[in-house]
Structures are given as structure tokens and as C-alpha cells.
Nanobody, 126 residues
Framework: QVQLVESGGGLVQTGGSLRLSCAASGRTFSSYAMGWFRQAPGKDREFVAACSRNGLSTRYADSVTGRFTISRDNAKNTVYLQMNSLKPEDTAVYYC???????????????????WGQGTQVTVSS
């Protein structure tokens, strides 16, 4: 089992940047594929980005491609989401998620993920 704690959210102006972090407990972090999701007020939670266990494979939602970068440091049990060129429509609660896997597959479907953090608020002002 793994516990996830996000940090790094906040208020930023349009065009600004934020880096979210998700710290995981446990000693088997490298066995988990990781993902970031977000949920805006009144909307369903949506996929943002995901990476494989080894971090070498990544995938992004079309809406963030070219602006967001997911990365991980398995030595620090942490996954990151670097967010650049932020837009008001990026405003949401951002969640990290983990799924135990034996491969370097990437997962977009939130139903695949077994473990979730509590979320961190990102607000982009216009």
C-alpha cells in the first residue's frame, strides 16, 4: 500500500508556472505507475498526465501537451508535475494517483488507479 501527499498548489497569474509534488510513502515506489488528474468545479475529474514506473514513458492530455511535464525521482519517492504557461482553464484541484504494476505501461483511466492523494488546489487568475 502507498500513501500519497500532494503539495505545491497555489494562486498564479495567467502565463505563470507552478510545480506540483506528490510524495509517496513506502519502499516500493518504483513499482507504481503514476498519474496526475484534475477536477474543476462542476466538472468530472479528468486525466492530465501519467508516467511509467521508470519514468521513461509519459503521456499527456491534449489540453496540457507542450505546457506540462510529468517526471519522477524514485530515489525520493516523488512524482512531479511542472506546469508552465498556465491558463484560467487549468484551475482545478489536482490529484496524484498510483497503481501497482509489473510493467512500464502508462495508464490514462482513473479507474485503473488504486491509490489517491488528497489533492492540491491550483488557481490561475486572468
Amino acid at each position: 500500500q502507498v500513501q500519497l501527499v500532494e503539495s505545491g498548489g497555489g494562486l498564479v497569474q495567467t502565463g505563470g508556472s507552478l510545480r506540483l509534488s506528490c510524495a509517496a510513502s513506502g519502499r516500493t515506489f518504483s513499482s507504481y505507475a503514476m498519474g496526475w488528474f484534475r477536477q474543476a468545479p462542476g466538472k468530472d475529474r479528468e486525466f492530465v498526465a501519467a508516467c511509467s514506473r521508470n519514468g521513461l514513458s509519459t503521456r499527456y492530455a491534449d489540453s496540457v501537451t507542450g505546457r506540462f511535464t510529468i517526471s519522477r525521482d524514485n530515489a525520493k519517492n516523488t512524482v512531479y508535475l511542472q506546469m508552465n504557461s498556465l491558463k484560467p482553464e487549468d484551475t482545478a484541484v489536482y490529484y496524484c494517483a498510483a497503481v501497482l504494476t509489473s510493467t512500464n505501461e502508462i495508464y490514462r483511466n482513473e479507474k485503473t488507479y488504486a491509490y489517491w492523494g488528497q489533492g492540491t488546489q491550483v488557481t490561475v487568475s486572468s
